[in-house]
């Protein structure tokens, strides 16, 4: 059974960085896809980061293009979404989720996942 635990959320000032862990328990990852997702109060649920855990492929919303990074490290079966220039905007709860294979179109679906987390809050202060 997949298990997804995440971590490293909190509060922190307009600009700052946070580094949220996400690890991965239950199989081999080798076939699938991991993403990152985020849902502020009263909003819907909305795609941050994937990454294919094969070869490294990532994407992103335009919203965080240039300010996170998504990667994993095979070894320690986490994956990882680093947050730098963080906005108030960015405040929301951030969940990891997994799902088998690929999909351009569907990779950025939260529909399509069906392994998630517990989620970490982030707080963004102006």
């Known amino acids: 059974q997949v298990q997804l635990v995440e971590s490293g959320g909190g509060l922190v000032q307009a600009g700052g960085s946070l580094r949220l862990s996400c690890a991965a328990s239950?199989?081999?990852?080798?076939?699938?896809?991991m993403g990152w997702f985020r849902q502020a109060p009263a909003k819907e649920r909305e795609f941050v980061a994937a990454i294919k855990w094969s070869d490294g492929g990532t994407y992103y919303a335009d919203s965080v293009k240039g300010r996170f990074t998504i990667s994993r490290d095979n070894a320690k079966n986490t994956l990882y979404l680093q947050m730098n220039s963080l906005k108030p905007e960015d405040t929301a709860d951030y969940y990891c989720a997994a799902r088998v294979g690929f999909g351009l179109i569907t990779v950025t679906m939260a529909r399509s996942y069906n392994h998630w987390g517990q989620g970490t809050q982030v707080t963004v202060s102006s």
């Open positions: 239950g199989r081999a990852f080798s076939g699938y896809t």
